[in-house]
């Protein structure tokens, strides 16, 4: 960025020039932003913990299971036959990711990311809460082992251990379902090993990371952090600095002292807050996770100087440097329209998704039977996949008024197992003097109580007497 006092660096602010952790000790936040986060990351933290209790139907409202391969959005079982809708809602998902960065930057960080949420409106509090602010976290941690430093490293071990293993357990939830983590809490561990030792791997990562890796998942781990280089352009919207406001930086001068500076009095209150270690008056780097502390410090700076708040503020570079307002690039206008089409085609096909699917194949090799009372039939399999967690017994249908046809199944009545897939043969009868044509459309309807659940059209071979 022109106009700004660069300090150039080819590492990143956590790590020092000998490959040590350079320990970031963030001045607790205070402010406009600070609260609405608050506000939001309350409602984040309720729902988190809610929706694994909410059922639809004996269902969870939400289940990823990765290992079986049933997902449930919103009440709605997925399956494995469903692949290409998760496949089209994730291009979706990511699409929405990079055109709201292009327009937004990472604003999603800031806001939203369970990492900040947990870590900044969680744990940082219980530090502050623990440890005391900035300086006395700084203190203790450089002070030698005392009482002191004892009782408070174990109170933030136990808490930060707790939090994490609810975390894990709620978690787990998400993944197994809630009925799981129950279980293995009613009937203990030595019954439920196949929950227990996940449930310890990722209360083990969450710990870990809380306790002391921390901003690195930012900085090194996440790879949407990492996109940010290729997403942002300067239209983007970012917590910045306004250095042709703020430049040149220095202490306040008295009015008609020279030289005159700008609006930043180089106080460094933006860097002492900032949990990622970074000074924003540098530009925009990779360690801003737009988390807004920055801002609400330098505004509280402002105002106490009466002048002008957002030096500090969400703005883009071209609005910065040359006042312009947030404007329509082609780029921002091809992503859109490409995430139009995308939430297009995923709507249909999650309305046209059927929860039992037929599908129905003339038996090869046979043309056609002779049948007694001047009748003829054709023998059919049919596959049928049930998406729905109870038993589906099905009927059939000829549905081609005018071929007066009738279905006899082979065998026993079809039931499709709950969850599973199942199969069935069955005879199309008609009367010869109907089957104009060799061959003739027909279309079978599947039915469960009474209900039509599904069409299928397929052939139907005569002797062909036309
Ligand atoms: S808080 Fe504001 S005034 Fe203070 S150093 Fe940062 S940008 Fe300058
Ligand atoms: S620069 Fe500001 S917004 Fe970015 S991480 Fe630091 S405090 Fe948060």
Redesign the pocket.
Known sequence: MSGVNETFRDSIGTITEKGTRNWIF?KR?SGKLYNARTVVSIIYVLIFFTLPWIKVNGEPLFMLDFIDRKFILFGVIFWPQDFFLFVIGMLTFLVFIVLFTVVYGRIFC?WVCPQTIFMEMIFRKVEYLIDGNSEKQKALANSKWNLNKIWRRAAKFIVFFFISFLIANYFLAYLMGMDHVLGYIKEGVARHWGTFIPLVAFTSVFFFVYWWFREQACLIVCPYGRLQGVMLDPNSIV?AYDYVRGEPRGKMKKVGESPKTGDCVDCKL??H????????RNGT?L?????????D?CDEVMTHISRPTGL?RYASENNIARGENLKLTPRTMAYSTVLVILLAVLAVLLSTRKDVQATVMRVQGMLYQEQANDRISNLYNIKLINKTRKDIPVTLKVENEDLGGEVKVVGNDIVIKAESAGDGVFFVMADREKIHNRKNTIQIGVYSGGKKIDAIKTNFMGPGNR
């Open positions: 963030a936040p800031g917590v933006c860097v807050v900032c949990p990622t270690g970074i000074d924003i780097q360690e801003c996770i737009n988390c807004t502390a920055c801002i410090a500090i």
